[in-house]
């Protein structure tokens, strides 16, 4: 089955600076890969999403980068400001199956004033 | 208004009880999910349906059993709860069971003691 490895598991960056978050799958048949921001006591939410017909997706201050034949794709954020602190997951799963999503174990992002 | 809500959002229980969690979602989404959260922020798929009917049911201990009464309730039951169980559970919908955004509850806390 599919397993995704997500890293750093937390990364602290100064406001205003760029965060970088990576991950790699393991099922060459995952097609479908969102990354969904989580705040303290609340559930995961979509912030972007990307299919494996598509190498880059942006929107606003945040992009999500794919390179299937490597596996491993990459959440960017830009001029990060305070209340982008959250846990960060990316995830993966087959478009047009039962949607499995299998997440990764999650980045801890904080951004320091 | 509440798109995914869940109840209760805190449930502290002794060992050997049996308990449930509800879930409902007024997307009017026919694809609703269970997920575990554990301490270390590991979310993991536990069931999916699809219109009142099981598309994904992991390898959970029977222990757990969900129900669908309609495509807009998706409630979890779990029989004589041990230390392990203790997370946070989410639930989620969908539109569609092919892909795409899932909507997640505010999560609810079970303590087994």
């Known amino acids: 089955g599919e397993n995704v490895e997500q890293h750093p598991s937390t990364l602290s960056v100064q406001e205003g600076d760029s965060a970088v978050i990576k991950c790699t799958y393991s099922d060459s048949a995952s097609n479908y890969f969102p990354w969904y921001k989580q705040e303290l006591g609340k559930g995961p939410q979509l912030i972007i999403d990307?299919?494996?017909?598509?190498g880059e997706k942006k929107d606003q201050r945040i992009a999500v980068t794919l390179n299937k034949t490597a596996k491993h794709f990459s959440l960017h954020i830009t001029e990060t400001q305070p209340e982008d602190s959250a846990v960060y997951f990316c995830a993966a799963s087959v478009w047009g199956g039962a949607q499995k999503l299998v997440f990764g174990q999650g980045t801890r992002l904080t951004i320091n004033p | 208004d509440t798109a995914v809500s869940q109840t209760p959002k805190y449930l502290v229980t002794q060992m050997g009880n049996d308990k449930s969690i509800k879930c409902e979602q007024n997307l009017g989404h026919d694809t609703m999910y269970w997920y575990k959260q554990d301490s270390k922020k590991f979310l993991k798929i536990m069931f999916s349906?699809?219109?009142?009917?099981l598309i994904i049911n992991e390898t959970v201990p029977n222990r757990f059993s969900p129900k669908s009464p309609d495509k807009a309730h998706l409630n979890l039951h779990i029989n004589s709860l041990e230390l392990g169980d203790s997370a946070v559970y989410f639930c989620a919908s969908s539109q569609g069971w092919g892909g795409g955004e899932q909507f997640f509850g505010p999560g609810t806390r079970l303590t087994v003691l």
């Open positions: 990307i299919r494996s017909n598509v």
């Open positions: 349906y699809n219109n009142k009917e």
